[in-house]
């Protein structure tokens, strides 16, 4: 081995090492695969790591030449994938330890021992399928989240203005909490009590955070609301007859396929509060909210407070 050091100095490697060499990164390359076959924990990584490091640093060496330039420039080489090779180990490791869902399918033993489904004890009425995940995650939300405002059963609560959401069907809470989040709805400046619930709905972690959350809601129930308007509940009725029974029913259930929620077991209060808001172009003002403006041209066949009131004292009255 020559440790001079001019550039221009050509060398050939012999056949014998070049052939030795190959062979050698064959080999290698074999035992990891085989390895992947034997569960040594961590200890896969290490190994993978290190068989890397030495077929690159065999390459470097011989096929790259490096054995026969300055030495530092060798050690340089080396020491670089040595340290490549601990980063990638220690970011595997960790990713294994606390970030089981980073890399799909790569832990599956963690995010089977963290998945909630038999820790919780049954999650309450038998829910299948659709995922425990979801319900138990959304009863973590609910309870540290809205449970302050909405109640323990989401019955809702006259004096912070915060309606029932139990009767409330999930496609319509979803897309309720995601106009909160965009701002399509709650981010009008006169709108005091949509600014209240703006922020908790930006508060949710994920998208699947709504559709957890509003398939727990889905699991509660409370009974019908004090009656508390005092108002015409016949001229209501006919108005209702006459102009929101299209999209909301007879009997108020909604129709999922216009977006028109359920009224039924709604507060009076509160359903009043939204029709108001409805004709204030503080909700359903934003083209973008296409349910929202539709609604909104309801809302303004209301022509006075007294008319509001009287629709709903009447709404409240459906499904009773
Ligand atoms: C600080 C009190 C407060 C908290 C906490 C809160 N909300 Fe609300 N929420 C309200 C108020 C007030 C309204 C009525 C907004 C309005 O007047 O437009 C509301 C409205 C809603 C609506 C619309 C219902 C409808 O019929 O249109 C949904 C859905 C909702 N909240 C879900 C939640 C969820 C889910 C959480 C927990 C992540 C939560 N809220 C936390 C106060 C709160
Ligand atoms: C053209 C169909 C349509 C008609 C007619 C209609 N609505 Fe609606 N209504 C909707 C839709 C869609 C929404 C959901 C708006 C949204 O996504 O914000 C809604 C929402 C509401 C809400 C809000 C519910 C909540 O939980 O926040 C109330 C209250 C309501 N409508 C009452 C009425 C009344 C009373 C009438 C009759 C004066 C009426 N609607 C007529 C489609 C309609």
Redesign the pocket.
């Given at each position: 081995m020559t440790t001079d050091s001019h550039s221009t100095h050509v060398h050939a490697v012999p056949l014998k090492i070049l052939i030795g060499v190959w062979a050698l990164l064959c080999v290698l390359t074999w035992v990891t695969v085989l390895a992947t076959k034997i569960d040594l924990g961590s200890g896969n990584i290490i190994l993978a790591m290190a068989i890397a490091v030495v077929k690159s640093t065999a390459v470097a060496l011989f096929f790259m030449h490096l054995l026969w330039d300055k030495r530092i420039n060798a050690y340089i080489f080396v020491s670089a994938l040595l340290f490549v090779a601990l980063f990638i180990s220690f970011a595997l490791m960790d990713t294994k330890a606390y970030h089981a869902d980073l890399i799909p399918g790569y832990a599956p033993e963690i995010t089977a021992a963290t998945a909630p489904g038999d820790a919780a004890g049954g999650g309450g009425a038998g829910q299948v399928a659709a995922g425990p995940v979801g319900i138990d995650r959304g009863r973590e939300l609910y309870t540290t989240t809205c449970v302050v405002c909405h109640g323990e059963n989401a019955e809702g609560k006259r004096e912070l203005n915060s309606?029932a959401l139990h009767q409330?069907e999930d496609w319509?809470l979803v897309?309720?909490l995601e106009?909160f989040r965009s701002g399509l709805?709650g981010a009008d400046p006169n709108d005091i009590t949509g600014a209240q619930m703006r922020p908790m709905a930006m508060a949710l972690p994920d998208e699947q955070a709504l559709h957890d959350v509003a398939e727990y809601i889905g699991t509660l129930s409370a009974p019908m609301p004090p009656l508390t308007l005092q108002a015409d509940v016949a001229a209501g009725k006919a108005?209702?007859n006459a102009?929101?029974v299209?999209?909301?029913g007879v009997d108020g259930a909604g129709m999922a396929a216009?977006?028109?929620?359920s009224?039924i077991g709604?507060s009076d209060w509160?359903?009043a509060a939204?029709?108001t808001k409805?004709k204030d172009g503080i909700?359903?003002a934003n083209p973008k909210?296409v349910?929202?403006t539709?609604?909104r041209?309801?809302?303004a066949?209301?022509a006075t407070d007294e008319m509001v009131q009287n629709?709903?004292a009447y709404?409240a009255t459906l499904g009773r």
């Open positions: 309606p409330q319509y897309a309720q106009k709805r108005h209702y102009v929101c299209a999209c909301h216009l977006q028109s929620p009224l709604q509160y359903v939204q029709l409805f909700r359903g909210d349910p929202g539709q609604m041209a309801m809302s066949t209301l629709v709903a709404v």
